[in-house]
């Protein structure tokens, strides 16, 4: 007795439909920042924090390039050692406190490749770079957005 198989009639190339999700960086950073410089006042920096509801950003200098990142992370830290020391942080600038060696990512990265460089590096933000210009920012929750927007046929 033959087997048969049961697999159905299969569908030819040409039918197929090509499902093309968008995967890199550029597709899901966000665009629009709020960027900081060396010379603001760290009490600025805090206060657009709450304001906008954000928890750091980049910081620019006045050509516009990234020369590091302000955080809340950098902030506590100086906080609680201006207690320590007794030492008011409010008059001192942002360059005193910002992060200067910045981990940033170019904008045709895979998502899953960024997803890496947040495990390997625990950052919560990292700066999006087109020819050493930033051009966005992408989140650990912007990479866990996009995964859930992928459907199992788009993951490579």
């Known amino acids: 007795m033959a087997i048969k198989s049961f697999q159905g009639v299969r569908s030819k190339e040409e ?12 597709d899901y ?3 629009k920042l709020i960027t900081f410089s060396p010379d603001q006042s760290i009490l600025e920096v805090m206060e657009t924090f709450a304001k906008h509801h954000i928890s ?4 620019l200098d ?3 390039f990234l020369v590091g990142i302000i955080s809340e992370a950098d902030c506590m830290k100086q ?5 320590y020391f007794n030492q008011p942080i409010l008059d001192k600038n942002v360059e005193r406190f910002m992060t200067k060696n910045v981990e940033t990512i170019p904008h ?3 998502i899953f490749d960024a997803a890496g460089v947040f495990d390997r590096h625990n950052r919560r ?9 930033l051009v966005g920012q992408i989140s ?3 990479i866990v957005v996009a995964a859930l927007k992928l459907t199992s046929h788009s993951w490579k």
């Not at 906080?79 to 207690?83: D, G, V």
């Open 108 to 110: 045709d990265m895979s």
């Open 125 to 133: 933000r990292l700066p999006v770079m087109k020819n050493d210009i």
């Open 29 to 31: 950073m966000t665009k």
């Open 15 to 26: 039918n197929k439909k090509k499902y093309n999700a968008p995967i890199l960086v550029e």
């Open 62 to 64: 006045k050509n516009g």
């Open 140 to 142: 650990r929750k912007d």
């Open 56 to 59: 750091g950003g980049p910081v």
């Open 79 to 83: 906080i609680s050692e201006s207690r």
